[in-house]
């Protein structure tokens, strides 16, 4: 980085549950050097004193689903050098991208008792939809490893580690065992981005995804085994939507069984 | 007693197997062998005789893979599982060496090596071809410290397999199921005929030095050929087969037959193949800086030729496609490695087919492109 003081952080939240800024929180041992490293200039999780833009690396967690975050992610870009998007719903739209499969209108009826004071968009968007975003990090929550990584990649100006490929690999360096193999219990690792080092199979449970979609995902040549295993046509559908739902290739894959069952 | 020495032929009982556990422990090896953890018989570090998978067996068929017991208390009546040895030479990840800064350079401290070797107990025919195979990849372009250096000392304890998996077929492949040579010692496990004992094969000096401090007796004339006859049944069992004549001209010169489009659509690109191979080697190198930059360390970590970002060559994938990726791992490893390293790549242990969660089965794949080697692709471009 240039210049004689260090870069400067911001860290930021649209429609979110805040446990992805948390995991900055929870670099509990190198916590230290990231604030000698970097000035945690806007951190409202973290202090209060916050210092005005413009800044050199900007961590944005959480979703558009209001017209004003669709501003204020422009503003947000404006100000900063990088740009990067942190947890499943800054990088694919979270949970909330559920939304884009329904009627929000209906939701807004049903849940307020007085809807008019609710303005929202019909979806909820990952950043990435809205501006030029630098780098993402996956995850519901991200990982630590990967935060670090990238903290470390910006300030020595070189590219991040963040491999693409599936939560297979990750679960064989571990000496893991198939869980779709050895127990016939669904998961996603095949189809799904790598980076959480397989803690879901390590306990002896599927994958659901969290980290959305790898690389080059095949969900086409999964749904078969899933479906041999007993899974359910609405099973099927709701295994790829959680918190990646709106991410394209999960997307193609619940609407693909879908369209296979028809209407509910 | 008189020291034994290679080819010598004597037979443990198996009241006596915790001593021969003993001897290696005592004479200062990491003992790793299967063990039942996670539903299925792994291999991991054995601290007691329990640990090993007394009494399990395991049902295995391409996609599914079930732990069961057996109906005696065999110590190895069971097959191959989801890891192979290459965990243990070259480790899933490993860090080769540290660089610290020192001024405006850096130096670079290199990993010491490690000192405990270990005793791989339990190593099938296949897995010894494996070994022998990943020696020579290791050895190659450049020789690789970290594996030679665990390699050399490792003492290699065969077991021949008392029955083949749907999955196998080392006689396809001129691997087993009986064990050569390549062994320090060799294990046959008896179950009938007498008490429960295994036949044991000295194969090497050190193997030799080994049993020596262990009660065994030579081996009664009927032991060697009830173990003969014990490779004979496995051999009679395999549950698969594949014919290798002219397979590597086969796969080399068809690069575009229609059956890799129809493999392609049926392949998850998860990389379970390659990770279950024992002579899949494909790797990949990480800086790890700390946050200061003051010093960071270099780590290998297993990759796979299915990961679309392990073709990345000048700026883009040289293999974007599923195909091109699924074409690159069966035509290495069948017909390219004979022209690189002088064999086959696989060895008919057959993980690949059990560890692949949708079922591809290499030596069906190979079937069909031999049924119909001119096939031509009918609808659509090949990508």
């Known amino acids: 980085m240039p210049g004689p003081s260090r870069p400067r952080l911001a860290v930021w939240k649209f429609a979110s549950c805040d446990g992805c800024q948390l995991t900055m929180l929870d670099c509990e041992d190198e916590l230290l050097p990231i604030a000698d490293r970097v000035e945690i200039a806007n951190f409202h999780e973290a202090s209060s004193a916050v210092g005005d833009g413009p800044y050199d690396i900007s961590l944005v967690e959480g979703s558009i689903t209001v017209p004003e975050d669709a501003a204020r992610i422009r503003e947000i870009r404006a100000q900063s050098r990088f740009l990067v998007t942190i947890g499943a719903c800054a990088t694919s739209g979270g949970i909330q991208a559920l939304r884009n499969f329904a009627d929000v209108e209906e939701f807004r009826r049903v849940v307020y008792a007085r809807p008019e004071y609710l303005r929202t968009l019909a979806t909820s968007t990952p950043i990435a939809a809205h501006v030029p975003v630098d780098a993402e990090l996956r995850g519901c929550p991200i990982h630590k490893a990967q935060l670090l990584e990238l903290l470390g990649a910006i300030l020595s100006g070189r590219r991040p580690n963040l491999p693409a490929d599936s939560v297979c690999i990750e679960c064989k360096r571990r000496g893991n065992v198939c869980v779709l193999v050895a127990r016939g219990t669904p998961c996603l690792g095949p189809v799904t981005h790598a980076g959480c080092g397989a803690i879901c199979p390590a306990f002896h449970r599927g994958c659901y995804g969290c980290f959305g979609p790898s690389e080059a995902p095949v969900p086409d040549a999964l749904l078969p085994k899933l479906e041999a295993l007993g899974m359910r046509p609405e099973e099927l559908e709701r295994f790829f939507q959680t918190f990646n739902a709106a991410a394209p290739a999960f997307r193609a894959a619940s609407e693909s069984v879908r369209n296979r069952r028809g209407p509910p | ?383």
């Open chain 2, 1 to 383: 007693m008189t020291p034994s020495v290679v080819g010598d032929r004597r037979t443990l009982l198996r009241s006596d197997f915790p001593q021969f556990l003993r001897a290696l422990w005592n004479g200062g090896y990491r003992v790793v062998g299967p063990t039942v953890r996670d539903g299925a018989i792994v291999l991991g570090e054995l601290r007691e005789e329990a640990d090993l998978p007394i009494g399990w067996t395991e049902r295995q068929e391409a996609g599914t893979y079930r732990l069961a017991p057996r109906e005696d208390a065999a110590l190895f009546g069971f097959t191959t599982g989801p890891h192979s040895w290459k965990k243990y030479l070259f480790p899933p990840r490993e860090r080769l060496w540290t660089a610290e800064a020192e001024g405006s350079s850096f130096r670079v401290v290199p990993e010491p090596s490690d000192p405990v070797p270990y005793a791989f107990l339990g190593m099938r025919a296949c897995d010894l071809a494996a070994l022998q195979i990943t020696d020579r990849v290791f050895d190659r372009a450049v020789a690789d410290p970290g594996y030679h250096g665990r390699r050399a000392r490792a003492l290699r304890i065969a077991v021949v397999c008392g029955h083949a998996a749907p999955t196998c077929f080392c006689v396809s492949m001129g691997t087993g199921p009986g064990v050569g040579r390549d062994h320090d010692l060799k294990l046959t496990e008896l179950l009938d005929g007498g008490p429960h004992r295994f036949l044991v094969e000295i194969g090497s000096s050190v193997g030799a030095a080994v049993l020596d401090r262990v009660p065994t007796r030579p081996a009664a004339s009927a032991d060697p050929t009830a173990a003969e006859q014990v490779v004979a049944r496995t051999a009679a069992g395999m549950g698969r087969h594949l014919d290798p004549t002219g397979v590597r001209d086969l796969l080399l010169g068809h690069p575009d037959h229609p059956r890799w489009t129809v493999v392609a659509a049926r392949c998850l690109g998860c990389t379970n193949c390659t990770m279950a191979c024992p002579t899949c080697f494909c790797s990949t190198t990480e800086e790890i800086p700390d946050l200061y930059g003051d010093r960071s360390e270099k780590w290998r970590r297993w990759d796979s030729c299915f990961n679309l970002e392990f073709s990345h060559l000048h700026g883009h994938p040289v293999r974007p496609s599923g195909r091109s990726r699924y074409r690159q791992w069966l035509t290495h490893k069948l017909a390219s490695w004979h022209d690189q390293f002088g064999s086959s790549g696989c060895v008919g242990c057959g993980r690949c087919i059990t560890w692949c969660p949708v079922q591809i089965d290499l030596t069906e794949e190979v079937r069909a492109m031999q049924a119909d080697p001119d096939a031509v692709q009918t609808t659509g471009a090949p990508p």
